[in-house]
């Protein structure tokens, strides 16, 4: 059996990469734009000490905000996506560097301006809405800027904080280029002789191997080379750790997740809310993990036994072109404007399909649509992929309404909803598979992916949660974040999530290496909220038709219009509850019910 080399970029046919050509039409454009953006510091200096003078002069600001926003996102974006299609090319990792430090230096040109907007008296600030019209467009944004009087500093202080985002960001730019361009493995060989490419992105398609014997020496390989850099990466996430409490303390927040779901209008209490409601539904998460052990034949189910079909011999092949068109199929319950856009993003080069020597691993959506949202996967013809796709053009098609609805200064979504239009898309996807599969074996099959949605969005991510605020709180403690009692951490909320009839084998004690989303200043928690809501949302659609469909694209078109829980409500979801999170975990435990009846 011979397994296919991971080509080199080079190798990739054109027609399955994305066209940045729709961003810059050449890389001297890009260069142009870096060039005259360099120049910007000065036009925004004539600003300074002077945006509450007038209604003029302050929408003036305004829209060159916007401007500098889009453009800024453009040449980022650009040098950003050539970055990742091969990690380990210097020439596009220096792109965007200087990309980044456009970006800082313009933030902290422009840092004078906060504290001004803070300081204009509410008096005077009415009569400019009254005075400008053009100023109604910036009453939400004046509104998020004025909130945060608590949290801004001095024009000068304000200077300083901006000019240290490049610093801010080398741990999560060290450990990136730790896992994706340095980091190697050896391949592993399967039960006849052939070796198998292991890399980040192949781990989880090796895992699914139905030889439980290769699985085991996928997962040792894997572990034991991630353990040599385990003290590397410990190191990086202290460091991340600690640029996140200097900025915390200095903008006077109690802690690192206060300040990091400030901005996003989400209290605490509801990453909180989420551990312990995750916390009371563990039964049924060790009732999945029983079956699973029961439904393979295994005397003992280990870590790396977790990926692996349930009923291997319903796995199917979805080449990439057969993935489209089954999304197609199960999005159409949408409406035709939402597949003409999925038609339009496939046949336009949106998309960067399949894995090559150094590309970032993983799946993202640039989250920018100007001119048109880019989306990169790792695609690997399975199941998995497929949903994977669904997924990230639920987050591409999420930016697109929003951008086309709302004005720059509204059109970019918070975290905490970014979530619910991909999962949206996944449940749908989902529910059209099992309305159309009578096979028996193959309909378990599928109710075991989805219940490995469950395991993976609500469950292992609520996990991460946990775990990253207990790195927050060792941090804020002053506790060094060392391999050591990370592994020990980890290893304790391991067994605690898998309960026991899963072995906890040692590897997994190092997990926490190679997750990048420990970088994202608590983001892993909006996965499990934003699954719960997209059940919800997926099930009205399903249920009530073009009105449920009518006010979720309100929400698709919603950007910051308003705060998040706001949005979602329009959607049909009141987050503000725990009911999304414990009906979305009640029907999890339903459907290990069903497989438990199941005669497999």
């Known amino acids: 059996m011979s397994t296919k080399a991971i080509p080199k970029r080079s190798e990739v046919p054109v027609e399955d990469t994305w066209d940045l050509s729709d961003i810059f039409p050449t890389e001297e454009a890009w260069q142009a734009e870096f060039a005259s953006l360099k120049e910007l510091p000065a036009e925004i200096a004539a600003f300074r000490g002077k945006l509450g003078a007038s209604a003029a002069g302050l929408l003036a600001w305004f829209r060159l905000q916007d401007d500098l926003s889009v453009r800024l996102t453009k040449l980022h974006g650009y040098a950003n996506c050539h970055s990742d299609e091969d990690t380990a090319d210097s020439h596009y990792v220096d792109m965007k560097s200087k990309a980044m430090s456009v970006v800082v230096a313009i933030s902290a040109a422009a840092a004078f301006a906060t504290p001004e907007i803070m300081a204009i008296p ?355 403690s002053g506790e060094a974040l060392t391999a050591d009692v990370l592994c020990e951490k980890y290893l304790e909320l391991n067994k605690l999530y898998f309960g026991p009839d899963m072995v906890s084998d040692p590897g997994i004690a190092l997990e926490w290496a190679r997750i990048p989303h420990f970088f994202y200043d608590y983001y892993v928690f909006q996965y499990a909220t934003g699954f719960s809501a997209a059940v919800a949302i997926a099930e009205r659609i399903l249920s009530e038709g073009e009105a449920a469909v009518a006010d979720y694209k309100r929400f698709l078109s919603g950007g910051s219009s308003a705060d998040p829980i706001s949005l979602l409500k329009i959607a049909g979801v009141d987050m503000s509850t725990p009911a999304p999170v414990n009906s979305a975990l009640q029907l999890f435990a339903e459907l290990v019910r069903e497989l438990e009846g199941m005669d497999l």
């Open 122 to 476: 509410e008096e005077t600030l009415a009569d400019f809405l009254k005075a400008e019209p053009g100023l109604e467009e910036y009453r939400r944004s004046l509104y998020l800027i004025r909130r945060s009087a608590a949290h801004i500093l001095s024009p000068e202080c304000e200077a300083l904080l901006a000019a240290a985002g490049e610093m801010a960001d080398a741990p999560d730019n060290i450990g990136s280029t730790l896992r994706n361009a340095d980091m190697r493995f050896p391949p592993v060989k399967d039960a006849q002789g052939a070796e198998r490419a292991l890399t980040n992105g192949t781990l989880t398609t090796l895992l699914e191997d139905p030889d439980p014997d290769f699985r085991r020496r996928v997962f040792e390989t894997y572990y034991d080379r991630l353990g040599e850099y385990r003290n590397t990466i410990a190191a990086t996430l202290d460091g991340q750790f600690k640029q996140l409490i200097f900025h915390a303390r200095a903008r006077h927040y109690e802690s690192t997740l206060e300040a990091a779901l400030f901005g996003n209008e989400i209290p605490t209490e509801v990453y909180l809310n989420l551990i312990e409601a995750v916390h009371q539904n563990l039964p049924a998460m060790y009732r999945y993990v029983a079956l699973r052990k029961k439904l393979l034949g295994l005397s003992e189910l280990h870590m790396y036994d977790v990926y692996t079909p349930i009923v291997a011999d319903a796995a199917a092949t979805i080449p990439f072109a057969e993935a489209k068109a089954t999304v197609l199929e199960a999005l159409a319950v949408l409406g035709k404007d939402y597949t003409d856009l999925l038609r339009k993003g496939f046949g336009e080069r949106w998309i960067d399909v399949y894995e090559n020597v150094g590309k970032r691993s993983g799946a993202y959506s640039s989250g920018s649509a100007r001119p048109h949202p880019y989306v990169l996967l790792n695609h690997k013809d399975n199941l998995d992929s497929m949903f994977t796709l669904a997924h990230e053009m639920g987050h591409a098609l999420h930016s697109y309404h929003s951008c086309a609805a709302q004005p720059v200064s509204t059109a970019d979504y918070v975290i905490f909803v970014a979530e619910v239009a991909s999962t949206v898309n996944e449940v749908l996807l989902m529910r059209h598979l099992l309305g159309k599969t009578t096979d028996k074996k193959a309909r378990a099959y599928l109710i075991n992916h989805f219940l490995d949605q469950f395991k993976g969005t609500v469950y292992r991510q609520t996990m991460f949660a946990e775990f990253e605020l207990m790195m927050g709180k060792m941090a804020e």
